[in-house]
Antibody, heavy 119, light 108 residues
Framework: QVQLQESGPGLVKPSETLSLTCTIS????????WSWIRQPPGKGLEWIGY???????SYNPSLKSRVTISVDTSKNQFSLKLSSVTAADTAVYYC?????????????WGRGTLVTVSS | SSELTQDPAVSVALGQTVRITCQGD??????ASWYQQKPGQAPVLVIY???NRPSGIPDRFSGSGSGNTASLTIPGAQAEDEADYYC???????????FGGGTKLTVL
């Protein structure tokens, strides 16, 4: 059974870069398009982007200029970097496995980690 | 703003049927997936594709679509179905994922 676990700082200062890592256990890194989704407190879900282990990526157009998702096949991990953060980036960040077949769906989710942007 | 529109809140009497809808132009081309999220928990996939349920999801959850609208139907809603429900699909470009704003389902 594949499991995901997010890790990283829970507090980031405004204008700095948010960095999170997701560790994949119990499965192959080639099994999914590895994704990040976030959810501001009390609000809805927002897709940030995905990366496949081969290197192909897709990012939310509204975040594209600030986002980088990378995959480390040697560590079975993938990461998120979001630059120039503001209070609006405060959210629970989920790492997830996206399936892109004829349908697009997320059937694998981490538990989420709260990141607060504050000085 | 989301390209997929959902009613913010829906209520249903215990044991009755509820339909949660999701509207968007991309749904004319792509299927929606549906997620259930309970407080403090990660979302859980309940429906994907035409009407597919992942293993472990009760068969009372069903999905359908017509035109620019996708629907999640729960006949005989149970107390444990009270949650936020999100639809998701590809956007109009086909290259990005987008979520609806979510529907809070209350079971009375």
């Amino acid at each position: 059974q594949v499991q995901l676990q997010e890790s990283g700082p829970g507090l980031v200062k405004p204008s700095e870069t948010l960095s999170l890592t997701c560790t994949i256990s119990g499965g192959s890194i080639s099994g999914y398009y590895w994704s990040w989704i976030r959810q501001p407190p009390g609000k809805g879900l927002e897709w940030i982007g995905y990366m496949y282990y081969s290197g192909s990526t897709s990012y939310n157009p509204s975040l594209k200029s600030r986002v980088t998702i990378s995959v480390d096949t040697s560590k079975n991990q993938f990461s998120l970097k979001l630059s120039s953060v503001t209070a609006a980036d405060t959210a629970v960040y989920y790492c997830a496995g996206l399936t892109l077949t004829g349908y697009w769906y997320i059937d694998l989710w981490g538990r989420g980690t709260l990141v607060t942007v504050s000085s | 703003s989301s390209e997929l529109t959902q009613d913010p809140a829906v209520s249903v009497a215990l044991g009755q049927t509820v339909r949660i809808t999701c509207q968007g132009d991309s749904l004319r081309t792509y299927y929606a997936s549906w997620y259930q999220q309970k407080p403090g928990q990660a979302p859980v996939l309940v429906i994907y594709g035409k009407d597919n349920r992942p293993s472990g999801i009760p068969d009372r959850f069903s999905g359908s679509g017509s035109g620019n609208t996708a629907s999640l139907t729960i006949p005989g809603a149970q107390a444990e179905d009270e949650a936020d429900y999100y639809c998701s699909s590809r956007d109009s470009s086909g290259y990005h994922l987008v979520f609806g704003g979510g529907t809070k389902l209350t079971v009375l």
